[in-house]
């Protein structure tokens, strides 16, 4: 065990050091702002539109990451973490794909198991939108929002809809095995 959190450490630590350049010249800014100026007598500089902030350093220009495992965490659109769950922690999240205009927000909930295991992961189902109405300890209540094609004139509606999610912890806390959905109302 103390060898897989070792190898973990380090590859992070690896991971990390990608962005030194960036780190250093951020923190090097932070950390010496430069000689202080003498009172002047001109106006304060103007904050951009729509802010309040002025500029008061050296900017840093950023490249695109290449990690191409970052174009799953950027579908991402929505998260929510569950309390009251006792040892375990849990997340209902929804990722955009497919048509937006069609169910569009692909749900789940997630389990976190280990570092070394990651997330145990349920997918609900597609909707537009879930709203968390109640949340305690193994269940989650959800209003949903989505969409609905008249076969006959093939207009799309909407309509919502509510479930239950229930889910018991395993062993020692262990992440569930199987979430039960229910239709509630």
């Not at 973490?81 to 789940?108: E, H, R, S, V």
């Not at 109405?133 to 207009?155: I, P, Y």
Request: with cysteine; glycine share 10%.
């Amino acid at each position: 065990m103390k060898r897989i959190m070792i190898a973990g450490t380090c590859g992070l630590l690896i991971s990390g050091l990608a962005g030194c350049d960036r780190l250093s010249a951020a923190w090097e800014g932070f950390n010496n702002p430069g000689p202080a100026h003498s009172p002047s007598t001109a106006p304060p500089p103007t904050p951009a539109p729509g802010g309040s902030l002025v500029e008061s350093g050296q900017a840093v220009v950023l490249q695109p990451e290449t990690n191409d495992a970052l174009q799953t965490a950027a579908a991402v659109v929505e998260l929510d973490y569950l309390p009251d769950q006792g040892d375990l922690t849990a997340k209902m999240f929804g990722t955009a794909g497919g048509d937006p205009a069609m169910n569009g927000l692909y749900t789940y909930i997630a389990f976190f198991h280990s570092p070394a295991e990651g997330w145990r992961v349920f997918r609900i189902g597609d909707y537009l939108d879930y709203q968390i109405q109640a949340v305690s300890a193994g269940r989650v209540e959800l209003r949903l929002s989505e969409s609905v094609m008249d076969q006959a004139t093939s207009e799309i509606g909407s309509r919502q809809t509510a479930i239950i999610l229930s889910f018991s912890p395993g062993p020692d806390g262990a992440v569930p095995e199987t979430v039960t959905v229910t239709p509630a109302r």
